[in-house]
């Protein structure tokens, strides 16, 4: 049973340190692998824009960097600084990113630690562009 509470919690933490001077825009993600670990992630914005990364992809190559390829569920926490959206969505690029590693099942939670629903990849992707496809 995934504890999706601690999930946004994990996440909400992570939030606390975006980098987000142009933004203002903070986001947290928490990742759950398939053995238990938890991989975290935040915002990271540059100057030039396209250079930043997204607290999604953020947490997902922490933890392929660290070898891990199994992953359970990822919570997304976002907001304007000093607010918490009811709802922050991953963008198409950390979408295409959760589809390289994730079945259409995988769990993606939006909310906020007091509400929150879970999606899989296959309704916020119902299209991904996989590997099937070269």
């Excluded at 049973?1 to 928490?30: C, W």
């Excluded at 589809?99 to 993606?108: G, L, P, Q, T, Y």
């Amino acid at each position: 049973m995934i504890d999706y509470k601690l999930l946004m919690t994990k996440a909400q933490e992570a939030r606390q340190n975006s980098y987000s001077p142009y933004s203002h825009f903070r986001v947290g993600a928490a990742l759950l692998c398939k053995n238990g670990k938890i991989f975290t992630g935040c915002n990271i914005e540059n100057a030039a824009y396209t250079p930043g990364n997204c607290a999604e992809r953020t947490a997902i190559f922490k933890a392929v960097s660290e070898g891990e390829r199994d992953f359970e569920a990822l919570a997304i926490v976002g907001g304007k600084e000093g607010e918490t959206a009811d709802f922050c969505a991953p963008c198409g690029v950390c979408r295409q990113v959760i589809a390289e590693f994730c079945k259409k099942d995988f769990k993606i939670i939006l909310g906020n630690e007091e509400k929150f629903q879970a999606y899989t990849l296959g309704e916020l992707l119902p299209f991904a562009f996989t590997e099937q496809d070269l």
